[in-house]
Every structure is written in structure tokens, then in C-alpha cells.
């Protein structure tokens, strides 16, 4: 029976049905070890053995921190013969965040490795004999690497063991793995995933794939998380093809894999594949038997698409899922054309049910922008001992809502547009701002602390924390240090500015979209020259409308045609003097704002275009040295708060005149009716009963 | 060290005993206006804020002007929306029929006089320097924040001089002087600056003469373009406002980024071609290039004087066939004090149309927009491409004498050629 017939299976059962179908198969593979579909049976089933003569009964966690090893699938399938529930966590947690979700899902024991931290952080195996100090129910430290440590078990001695295999006895629908997200509050919830959730997901992922036994998938996303474990350890096992794992992700690394073995399918982040076009080391080795792979994880530019496809000739799947739906919910298909391929996540997966709804629930007309909801096998039992958490996400009838939104076309092609909350996603990584605000504010020198993601070409954000100081004793480097200490290594800042207030919107809360666009902004050069007048394009684009707001949609185009076509959000604009005379007032900043343009860079500060800008929250810096020397199409990085321009492209750092603190007091607060609206308040309190920004909030 | 007539009214408006140039100030504003296109913008943005008032009904207005009457549905809801916005606040409110050019129409209404500062959404509130009043083109969000705060930021500008000296030759208006200034000078030469016009000829100009340099001061990229306000301005401000003004003078110390001077005794009808105010030629040059409309009147020289002047030319002859010629008075007052002097009957007969006050073909809105290949001459302030129409359609700047002229000739004319 051809296994895609086979919805009800455990992960167990479908092992079992893989290594009599690709017995001497290889299924995965490190270095020189390869182990073949039976192989893999037969150790699973004596690490399961080895498990249950530690005491673990069903329903017991097994908690993973390891990296991508090929021992990896053994475990997971060792868990599931002895009928245990997988924990798996990220090597890369800190100690305090490991322990955060042992606590929470309270393991008997845990599987770890005893690299001396190298290239993982912590002493793992250190960290698992503190944690079974501090944890009650957790009985047992399992090592796979490294000198035998007491109150350490080393995997072998499991594997060894003599007791014949246990017979699963879960059920499809029962719990297989507990893997974690971040809340909305930055706090881990264990979501609970079923066997046939899993397995259900890795078997549709295989088919949109067209894997084959032939194909070599590439392990590099952690398999700690559910694009590793079940879109590629259990997908590459599903079409029965092999998987060489890569512990840990460098674009050398993968590029050395690419070029010497036959791997066909890559599974990556975004991220991965901008690292590894950057590194160049394909074009070294190639990559000749590579023809797909999905990526997920993080939103991925169509640019980036389009570059793997044609330098890589590798038509990869742009994929949508998270942690709660096991993951993947829609991806796109290998005959798709190039725009649904490179600027949508697809259609849902057979069996997976997709709507979008409004704020208050209801579902929204065709082509609007609403919440995506998702329901099906695949989507979670519900997070681990916490229904409170549960009932947000899970509504009555079953549908997962998930905090992205989203839009439909006509096709069934789902775009994702953003996060209903300010997540930062780092490398493909899910970064909660709250989780390194909390550590910022325990150092003693800081006294507000608000992180926001901005734009980065290779790891699409990075996190950049603002900071105001009680006292200017301590430095930004130093801040720093003192986050990373205390946080998993992708979630730590990678750049902390000190402030000496923070832009608020009139309610006293933090702006932080205006904080992320003071810090940095990076994207390519528009030039435009004198004399841009937008009164002329009224006609000259046959709008003679009224209406300014329609009027600001034509007029940047007639400044200059490829500007709305080809633009990206986040582009700048560089200015010569006389740029947007005429009844320009708001017209252009406001087009140009609208069309995503996040900074301008004028040659001098004069007319009404540049007061209107900053008077609506775009950013100005005045550098005629800057406008003069940039070239269109050059990728320019600033950042307004210091006054930095860097041409990436010509190599060359500009400072511009600094604004003027009353001019910066407008821009901190994100425009003039912010200022306006604080003015009015100071005009109708007293002084002394006015309230601090932190008791506004 | 003296301080200039711009200093000294911003320095009065921010209540310093002095301000210097490149100093942040806020200033209280004595006027904010705006018309139906910035206007309703501004309104979206007064709209915003929590628990805006308008700082004071009296002075601010709202003039619709620039597509009225409503050309099409756009620009009627427009206007209602700003309409109902000043019912509701109890703003000053110039509708059709009530109404001008919001340039021409508030000093005639006596809502400016000298000393005062005018923050309006509209680049041409330049033009309020013609009276000695700081007049400066502002954002709609700007005027939403003056609307609530009264009061505006601002950067205290350099001041240029520009002397005018000699004897004005017949033909010769304050429309040539700054056409030939801002040649002079370029479209970007007065950059942030503040344009002051000073000099014997000056001194014996016309309000309106004055009223068509300081309404092209934007076109030199100026801040604004200042008169000092003398008897001539004291006697136009007192039959219309009776409000006292300041009339503020220049040091002689007053230190200028530059000084420009002009003997104008040489000077002849100017004319700005396509695509720059600032790309001009005496008319004589150009004369004889064909023309298919001509446009008389609007803001820059919408005042009784330049119909008069039109006129003029104008009586008792009819405009060539070839062309259609539009006149467009300032204001309803204009309106009416030229159809008093018989000057309305002078351009029907002429086979010119009359027009209600509007910005209309200025910016391409309605009442005479070019199609393909037109040229028209017209007395506005902009040239740019595509400015009245279709991108291929061309503008020439010039006075009024000028316009009528050549509408009477078919092609690009000097009055100095017409025969008597």
C-alpha cells in the first residue's frame, strides 16, 4: 500500500512501514556514517528499548538538545516506539531558557551532547546535570559525545542494550513532540503536536516537493523545530530519499555539501540561501544535483527567489507555516509561474483549510487583508498545560488563529503582509522584542528599553535595542555584551543605541515603526532633481484631479517612471534643492511615504517639501555632499539618529548637519500633530499633576 | 549690527528683541489659510489630533479657489468637506460667488496688513510681501498644527536685496522686473532666503506691480519676497482693513547674503519661455512664434490695475481668429469693479471670456486647459511642463500688455508694435 494512502499512521508505524519499503536504503547520513531505513529501525528501536529500562513510561517527556546530528532521527523515533512525548529544544538556548521549558513541560529525562561549547554555547551535558539538581521529575542526563561524566548515561550504553524493542501503543491522534513558541508576551509555550499531524504534514510537504528515494535532502534548519523535524527530517524519510545532516549551518559548509554530494533538495531559511549566494561558493563546487528545496521561516524578497533560481537553477517552494500547525499550512507549487512562485506562500496543503478573518472574527470579502486561520490535522492539540493560552488561538470550531496577516488572490494564492504584533524574525529566527527588553531593564544603568527589528538584506532584521540611561556610564558595546550573556545567541541585540527619549505616540506609548526608521534604514538610491514640480503633473499625468491624495499617486511616477514600478519599501530618495516646489505641500512626502520611501537625503534644507516631510515623520538629512556624490541605484544605509550615511556602493561615510533639537523633538515624536497634540495637553494640565510617560503607559 | 524687515517682524512674532538667520523660532501667526486642495488635507490632520481647537475662528480661512466652481464630483465633496469643517468651527469661509483668489481676495477683504505673518497652504502666500507682511507657504499638516497652536516653526532666513534703479520704460511692470530677476538669479537663487525688493523704481511702483514680484518670489525658491510697507501700502491697507499694522523697516546696517542691482532704464517687456521662470528673453526675441490662447488675470495679475491694463490694449479691436484669449479676474470685487469701468464690456467684444475667479487653467485644472502642441501666453507665475495641460503644450510668462498684445496679433507680441 503506497504510503500516501496511509493518514492514520504513528511516527512509529511509519518507520516501520519505510524500512521494509527502503530496507538498505540510506536514510541519513554525517560525514562518513550513513544509516540505512533498517538501521534506523532497528536502533530506534533499541534506544527505546535502553529508554523504557531507564523507568520512562508512555506519556513520559523526552526532552533533545542536540544539534543536527545523525543521531537526531533516532531519537525521535525512539521516543515514539517507547510511546514518549519529544521535547525537542535548541542547542542554541541559553541556560536560562533551557531550563525555562524544562520547567514547563517537566521531562524524566534529556538527551544531550557534551560539546565543550565551542561551537555550541553551554556546556550542554553540564547544564542537564544543574537542571536535574533543580528539576524533580527529571531522573535521567543522556549524553551522545564526550568523555563519560557521572550521573550521565551515554546514548550507546542505550543502544546496546538487550531488552527487545517495545510495541508503540499510541494512537495517531496522541501527542508526539512538544515544541516551543514564543507568545505574544515573549514567553515559551509548548505547542502539542500529534502523530498524525506530523506525519500527515511531511507526506503532503514530499509531494509538493516530487520527492523521490532518488533525492538527497540537505538537513541544515534545526531540527529542534518543526521545518527541521517534520519539512525535513520526516518529509526526506516520507519519499523515502536520504538526508545528510549539516550540525551546524555555514554558507561553507553547505557549499562544500552542495558541491561534493549528490544533494538534491535544500531546505533553508531565506537567509541560508542569501548567505550562501553572498559566500559565492557555489560557483566554486556548483551545486549539480540541487533542483528544490522550500523555504520558510522568514518573508523572502522576490529578488532572493529569483536569484536561486537563476543562479542556483534550484526552483525552490515558498512555503507558510508555524510551530502550532506542525508547521507547514501552504507553499507553492514546482510548475507554478514566476510571480505566484516568487511573491506568494502558495496554496494551503491538501487536507488543510485556510480563511481570513477580520478583528472581530468574521470572515472578510475576497481580496481583502485579514487574519489567516488555519484548521486541520495538522494544527495542534493545544499548548502544553496551558489552556488559557489554548483558548486565544483555538477557537470552537477547531480553526487556528495565527496572528499573520494575510491576503488571497483570485487563484488561491496566499501573501502574507505581516505579524499583528512587533515579533522580529532574525535569520529566519522568531525574536520576541518583550524577551530582550526584560533583560536590558535588569542592568542597573538602563532605564528604558525598547527593541525593534529593522531591515537587513541578509537576515531580513536585525534587532537593534533602544536605550535611555539613568546615568551615561555605560556604553553601548558594553549593553550589549551584557544582553548576549543572557540571551540565545540569534535573539541577542545586534546593535544597542542610547537615546536620550524615546519617540512616543500621544497616548505616551513607545512609536516604535518611527524607532525602527530613526535607527537605521537601508534600501537603494532614487535621484531626483531640480525643479520636480507637482503641480505640473496634474495635467501632464491627465489627473487634473482635486484630490491630493489621488494626485500623490501620480505624481512621483512622473518624476520618474520606473520610480512606483520598481521601488521597494524602504528605499530612499536623494533630493537635490529644489525637489517637489510648487504645490508639492504634502503631496510628495506623502506619495513618496506612501509608496514606502523611508528617508530622504537632501542638498539643503529649504522649501516646503522638506518641512512637510519632517512634519509627517519622514526623516530628512541634509548633506549636499551626500546628494551630490550618490548615484542611483546605490545602496545606502542611514541612519537619521547619528546623522550616518554610508554608501555601501561607493564605500563612502557622510554626516549630515545635525537637526536641531527643536526639530529633533518633532521627529523623536513622529511627526508635528504628535507635537501638537503634547503642546495642547501641556496647555490644559498643571504641571504637577501631568503624568510621566511610564504612568501613561 | 541692524537687523533686515524680515528679522524684525519674525523677531516681533516670537516675541524676541531679536533674531538672527538660521535660529529656530516659533512664531504666532496672525493668519492661516488654506484653500479646498490643501485645505481638506489639513482638516484630515486637525481631524487627528485629540482635543484640537481652532486657536482662534477669526483668523483662519478657508478660500475655494483652485477648482471652483467644482468642476467635477471630486472637487464638490471637497469643497463640502472643508465647508462643513468651517460651519462647524466657525472659521472664516469664501465660497463661490463669495469668493477670489485667496491671494487677491484676503488683503482686499482687509484680513492682512503690514506686519503681520500669514502662514498659508499654498506656495504663493509669498505674495503677502507686496504689503510688508511675512507670508510663507506651508504644509497642510503644518496649518492643521497652526489651526490648533497658533503658531508656526520656522527658520529665520537670510535676506537678498534687490535694488531697482532708473527710469521704468512705458510697457514695463513689476511682472518684468522680477521675470528679469529671477533670469538674473535662478529658479533656485533665492533658496531659503527672503527676497527683499527696494530701490526708486520700486518706490513708485503700483500695489499690483508689487503684488505680481512678491508673488513670484516662490519661483526663485524664496521663503518670501518683502516690501517695506510705505505710504503707498499704508493708504491701500487703511481703505480695507481697520486693523493698524506694523510698518517695519530695514537697517541701513542690515546685513544681506547678497545685494543685487538693476538699472531698469533698458529694459523692455520680458517673457519667460518653457519649461523655467527663469528661462527669459525680452519679448522682442520671440516675437512672431504662433499662439493659440492667452490667458489674463489669475493671481499674479488678477488686480484691477492689470485688467485695466489688458484693457487697454485690448479696446475696440478683437482678438485675433486664431486664438482664444480667457480673463480671469482676482476676486468678485475685481469682477466688479471692472465691469463698473466698462472693462468686462471691452473684453467681450473683444471676444475674450470672462471667467469667474479662479486658479483654474493655472494649474491645469479647468477654464483653459492646453491640449497637444498649444502654446498659450498667460500672466501666471509657472511655466513648468505640462503646467496648463498636455506635456506637450507649452507656457510663456509675461505681464498683461504682453498677453493682450499678442492674443490681438496671433503670435508672440510686444505692445510697443501695436499700431496706435
Not at chain 1, 514 to 531: D, H, P
Amino acid at each position: 500500500m503506497p504510503l500516501e494512502d496511509r493518514s492514520n499512521l504513528t511516527l512509529s508505524s511509519f518507520l516501520s512501514h519505510q524500512a521494509q519499503a527502503h530496507a538498505d536504503r540510506p536514510a541519513t547520513e554525517q560525514g562518513d556514517r550513513v544509516i540505512t531505513y533498517s538501521d534506523l529501525a532497528d536502533q530506534a528501536g533499541r534506544l527505546a528499548a535502553g529508554l523504557q529500562s531507564l523507568g520512562l513510561k508512555a506519556g513520559d517527556r523526552l526532552a533533545v538538545i542536540l544539534p543536527n546530528v545523525v543521531e537526531y532521527p533516532i531519537v525521535i523515533f525512539a521516543a515514539a516506539q517507547a510511546d514518549l512525548v519529544l521535547v525537542p529544544i535548541n542547542v542554541r538556548r541559553s541556560p536560562d531558557e533551557v531550563l525555562a521549558r524544562l520547567r514547563k513541560t517537566r521531562p524524566r529525562a534529556i538527551i544531550t551532547f557534551a560539546d565543550p561549547g565551542e561551537h555550541f554555547g553551554p556546556d550542554h551535558s553540564e547544564l542537564a546535570l544543574a537542571a536535574a539538581a533543580e528539576l524533580a521529575d527529571l531522573e535521567h542526563g543522556i549524553t551522545i559525545e564526550g568523555p563519560a561524566r557521572p550521573g550521565l548515561t551515554p546514548l550507546d550504553d542505550l543502544l546496546s542494550a538487550k531488552a527487545s524493542p517495545p510495541v508503540a501503543a499510541a494512537r495517531p491522534t496522541d501527542p508526539a513532540a512538544i515544541i516551543h513558541t514564543l507568545g505574544s508576551s515573549g514567553d515559551p509555550r509548548g505547542a502539542v503536536l500529534t502523530h498524525r499531524g506530523l506525519i500527515g504534514n511531511a507526506l503532503a510537504m514530499a509531494r509538493r516537493l516530487q520527492a523521490t528515494p532518488e533525492d538527497v535532502f540537505l538537513g541544515a534548519v534545526p531540527f529542534s523545530n518543526t521545518f527541521g523535524l517534520t519539512a525535513t527530517i520526516l518529509t526526506a524519510l516520507s519519499a523515502g530519499a536520504s538526508l545528510a545532516c549539516l550540525p551546524r549551518f555555514s554558507a561553507e559548509h553547505a557549499g562544500e555539501l552542495l558541491a561534493s554530494r549528490p544533494i538534491s533538495i535544500f531546505n533553508a531559511v531565506p537567509t541560508m540561501y542569501a548567505l550562501l549566494l553572498n559566500h559565492g561558493s557555489h560557483r566554486v563546487g556548483g551545486t549539480p544535483h540541487l533542483r528544490s528545496g522550500i523555504v520558510a521561516g522568514a518573508p523572502c524578497p522576490p529578488e532572493l527567489v529569483e536569484r536561486i533560481f537563476a543562479e542556483l537553477n534550484c526552483r525552490v517552494l515558498l512555503a507558510y507555516g508555524l510551530t502550532e500547525a506542525s508547521p507547514c499550512v501552504t507553499c507553492t507549487h514546482i510548475e507554478d509561474g514566476s510571480i505566484t512562485a516568487s511573491r506568494t506562500v502558495g496554496r494551503p496543503l491538501p487536507g488543510v483549510e485556510i480563511k481570513l478573518v477580520d478583528s472581530g472574527g468574521y470572515p472578510i470579502a475576497a481580496g481583502l487583508e485579514g487574519e489567516l486561520c488555519v484548521r486541520g490535522d495538522n494544527v495542534m492539540a493545544g499548548y502544553w498545560d496551558d489552556p488559557a493560552a489554548s483558548a486565544q488561538v483555538l477557537d470552537a470550531e477547531g480553526w487556528l488563529h495565527t496572528g499573520d496577516l494575510a491576503t488571497i488572490d483570485p487563484d488561491g494564492n496566499v501573501q502574507v503582509i505581516g505579524r499583528q504584533d512587533d515579533v522580529i524574525i532574525r535569520g529566519g529566527f522568531k525574536v520576541y522584542p518583550q524577551t530582550i527588553e526584560m533583560v536590558l531593564r535588569t542592568h542597573p544603568l538602563v532605564r528604558e528599553a525598547v527593541v525593534v527589528g529593522v531591515p537587513d538584506l541578509i537576515y531580513g532584521e536585525l534587532i537593534c535595542a533602544c536605550v535611555v540611561l539613568q546615568r551615561p556610564d555605560v556604553n553601548s558595546e558594553d549593553l550589549r555584551a551584557f544582553a548576549a550573556e543572557r540571551l540565545a545567541d540569534y535573539s541577542a541585540p545586534d546593535r544597542v543605541h542610547v537615546f536620550k527619549a524615546l519617540p512616543r505616540r500621544g497616548s505616551g506609548v513607545v512609536h516604535r515603526n518611527y524607532l525602527s526608521q530613526l535607527i537605521r534604514i537601508r534600501g537603494r538610491a532614487w535621484v531626483f532633481g531640480k525643479n520636480i514640480d507637482t503641480d505640473a503633473i496634474i495635467p501632464a499625468r491627465r489627473c487634473n484631479t482635486a484630490d491630493p491624495r489621488e494626485l500623490a499617486l501620480y505624481c512621483m511616477e512622473d518624476a520618474d517612471p520606473e520610480f512606483i514600478r520598481h521601488m521597494q519599501r524602504g528605499d530612499l530618495i536623494v533630493a537635490d534643492s529644489n525637489f517637489g516646489c510648487g504645490s508639492s505641500r504634502e503631496v510628495a512626502p506623502l506619495a513618496i511615504k506612501a509608496a514606502g520611501v523611508s528617508a530622504v537625503i537632501a542638498a539643503s534644507f529649504a522649501r516646503i517639501f522638506f518641512r512637510n516631510a519632517i512634519n509627517i515623520g519622514l526623516p530628512i538629512l541634509e548633506c549636499p555632499s551626500a546628494a551630490a556624490e550618490i548615484q542611483p541605484g546605490d545602496d545606502i544605509e542611514v541612519e537619521p539618529a547619528t546623522g550616518t550615511i554610508h554608501n555601501l556602493t561607493n564605500g563612502k561615510t557622510y554626516r549630515a548637519a545635525p537637526f536641531p533639537d527643536f526639530l529633533q523633538q518633532i521627529i523623536d515624536k513622529g511627526g508635528l500633530l504628535a507635537y501638537v497634540e503634547e503642546r495642547l495637553a501641556e496647555t490644559r494640565t498643571p504641571n504637577h499633576e501631568r503624568p510621566t510617560p511610564e504612568e501613561q503607559r | 549690527m541692524g537687523k533686515t524687515l524680515a528679522e524684525k517682524i519674525l523677531a516681533h512674532k516670537c516675541g524676541q528683541s531679536e533674531v538672527y538667520p538660521g535660529q529656530f523660532i516659533t512664531a504666532r501667526v496672525d493668519l492661516v489659510l488654506a484653500s479646498e486642495l490643501s485645505g481638506v488635507l489639513a482638516i484630515e490632520e486637525f481631524n487627528k489630533v485629540n482635543g484640537a481647537r481652532i486657536f482662534d475662528p477669526q483668523k483662519v480661512v478657508l478660500v475655494m479657489d483652485h477648482f471652483t466652481p467644482a468642476k467635477d464630483i471630486k472637487s464638490a465633496e471637497i469643497v463640502k468637506s472643508c465647508r462643513e469643517f468651517a460651519r462647524q468651527h466657525e472659521i472664516r469661509f469664501y465660497d463661490v460667488g463669495r469668493a477670489g483668489i485667496q491671494h487677491v481676495l484676503l488683503p482686499e477683504q482687509g484680513l492682512v496688513v503690514p506686519g503681520d505673518l500669514i502662514a498659508g497652504a499654498d506656495s504663493h502666500t509669498c505674495t503677502y510681501g507686496f504689503m510688508g507682511a511675512f507670508g510663507t507657504g506651508i504644509g497642510s499638516t503644518d496649518a492643521a498644527a497652526a489651526m490648533a497652536l497658533g503658531e508656526i516653526w520656522l527658520k529665520v532666513p537670510q535676506s537678498i536685496k534687490f535694488i531697482y534703479y532708473g527710469k521704468l520704460p512705458k510697457w514695463v511692470g513689476g511682472k518684468d522686473l522680477i521675470l528679469e530677476t529671477i533670469r538674473r538669479i535662478g529658479v533656485d537663487g533665492a533658496r531659503y532666503q527672503v527676497m527683499e525688493f527696494c530701490g526708486e523704481v520700486v518706490d513708485s511702483l503700483s500695489m499690483a506691480d508689487r503684488f505680481a514680484m512678491a508673488n513670484m518670489a516662490i519661483e526663485a525658491g524664496a521663503k518670501t519676497g518683502l516690501f517695506a510697507a510705505d505710504q503707498v501700502a499704508r493708504r491701500f491697507t487703511e481703505r480695507r482693513s481697520q486693523r493698524p499694522g506694523q510698518y517695519w523697516q530695514s537697517d541701513e546696517d542690515a546685513n544681506y547674503a547678497e545685494t543685487y542691482e538693476f538699472d531698469v532704464s533698458g529694459f523692455e517687456p520680458f517673457i519667460a519661455l518653457p519649461y523655467l521662470p527663469s528661462n527669459v528673453k525680452p519679448v522682442s526675441e520671440v516675437a512672431g512664434l504662433s499662439i493659440d490662447q492667452v490667458v489674463i488675470g489669475m493671481c499674479t495679475n488678477g488686480n484691477l490695475e492689470d485688467l485695466r491694463a489688458a484693457a487697454g490694449i485690448l479696446k475696440g479691436r478683437q482678438i485675433h481668429p486664431n486664438v482664444r484669449a480667457v480673463i480671469i479676474p482676482g476676486s468678485q470685487q475685481v469682477y466688479l469693479d471692472a465691469l463698473r469701468e466698462g472693462l468686462i464690456e471691452i473684453f467681450i467684444q473683444a471676444n475674450c471670456s470672462v471667467s469667474t475667479p479662479t486658479c483654474g487653467p493655472c494649474l491645469g485644472g479647468h477654464m483653459g486647459v492646453l491640449a497637444e502642441d498649444e502654446r498659450c501666453v498667460s500672466t501666471s507665475n509657472r511655466n513648468f511642463r505640462g503646467r496648463m495641460g498636455h506635456p506637450e503644450s507649452e507656457v510663456y510668462l509675461a505681464n498683461p500688455y504682453v498677453a493682450a498684445a499678442s492674443a490681438l496679433a496671433g503670435h508672440i507680441a510686444s505692445p510697443v508694435e501695436l499700431p496706435a
